[in-house]
């Protein structure tokens, strides 16, 4: 039987620089059940490190958590990729990371924690995960695909990081999933000003920095579950899947 | 010539990091793709760009650059500012397109850089 979820597809751990050093797996899935979600995915800058322990953390306590990154493109844009299971991200882990260059300076983008389920702290990733890779779009969009991955241009809504911020359109016959709107869109301002892209369902997330923006922006979907499988039927509506308004 | 003589010059406005213009200005640097300024662009430089968001400060204080002139009327998020004072690293704006104020800039004796 098909129902309501709601999920945000878009939180940043403290792996990612920019991510509060609070943004931990036991308090990010306790604040994301106390904000009513049913679904979360956790999508780290270039990175799918801190995943496992997410994934642990959501079954103890009955969130459905989809592992995730947030990749930069060689053109400077954000896309989400969204797996079923771990060994599909951190495949794509390892490409990014092949194609990953330079060190982060920690002073200058911030810590790069790796935890536990616990919220421990088990180490520190060097790499620069704020950088772009040199993975143009459509092959990350393609290595995403290969690896039945959901793809999903992140914030098209934004100038910064953004598809059409980049480059002030969608490719032709990219292979997309789905578009993302961030909060500082309301859904009839996103009706009117991406008119042309209504070919694309749209998710709503909260892209997450801190534990106080969790939910504050999230889609509902009607699925049976909340699997990958579930939420890529619902963006191609597919068997009565679909993302409400 | 120094950040400050810059603005001066060409009637930039400065919008951040007012107390840091007196650095000697090393060359410039034209690119709006954060991973070609962090590969490519020298310490001392300024730097034109059409982005206006946080993290231009941030490559720029990587860097070391002597300042950031955003073209063709941009303004700063108000974000950007808040870390530019924060980081003392100057942002001035210009109405002038980059490659017009580039030519400019040029003429005026601050070098690119050549090719290796």
């Known amino acids: ?245 | 010539m120094t950040v400050f003589d810059i603005a001066e010059f060409f009637g930039l406005e400065t919008r951040a990091g007012k107390d840091h213009l007196d650095e000697e200005v090393t060359g410039g640097y034209v690119s709006d793709l954060l991973s070609d300024v962090i590969a490519h662009s020298r310490k001392g430089n300024v730097w034109m760009t059409i982005q206006t968001h946080p993290n231009i400060v941030a490559v720029a204080t990587m860097k070391e650059l002597a300042g950031i002139i955003l073209t063709g009327g941009r303004e700063p998020d108000p974000s950007t500012l808040q870390k530019a004072e924060e980081e003392g690293i100057p942002i001035l704006v210009s109405s002038v397109f980059t490659f017009e104020l580039a030519g400019r800039l040029y003429q005026k004796g601050i070098p690119g850089l050549s090719p290796c």
């Not at chain 1, 943004?23 to 009513?36: D, N, S």
């Not at chain 1, 306590?61 to 797996?83: D, Q, R």
């Open chain 1, 1 to 245: 039987m098909l129902r309501t979820f709601r999920a945000d597809l878009h939180i940043h751990s403290c792996l990612s620089p920019c991510g509060d050093d609070a943004m931990r797996p036991q308090a990010i899935v306790h604040q994301a059940l106390a904000a009513g979600l049913d679904m979360i995915a956790i999508c780290d800058h270039n990175s799918g490190e801190n995943v496992a322990a997410f994934m642990s953390a959501g079954s103890e306590n009955g969130l459905a958590v989809l592992p995730g990154m947030e990749i930069t493109s060689k053109e400077e844009i954000h896309l989400l990729a969204l797996f079923d299971r771990l060994e599909e991200c951190l495949a794509l882990q390892k490409l990014v990371y092949q194609n990953l260059p330079g060190e982060n300076v920690e002073e200058v983008f911030g810590c790069q924690t790796v935890v536990n389920r616990r919220d421990e702290a088990v180490g520190t990733n060097q790499r620069m995960l704020i950088g772009a890779t040199l993975l143009p779009l459509e092959q990350i969009v393609s290595l995403s695909n290969s690896l039945r991955g959901v793809t999903i241009a992140s914030h098209i809504d934004r100038q910064a990081f953004s598809i059409l911020g980049q480059l002030g359109f969608i490719p032709e016959g990219i292979a997309l999933d789905g578009l993302e709107i961030s909060r500082r869109t309301s859904r009839e301002e996103a009706k009117q000003r991406f008119h042309s892209y209504q070919g694309f369902s749209f998710i709503r997330s909260s892209d997450a920095h801190t534990l106080g923006d969790i939910g504050k922006n999230s889609t509902r979907f009607l699925l049976e579950k909340t699997t990958l499988k579930e939420v890529q039927m619902a963006l191609h509506q597919q068997e009565g899947r679909r993302v409400l308004e």
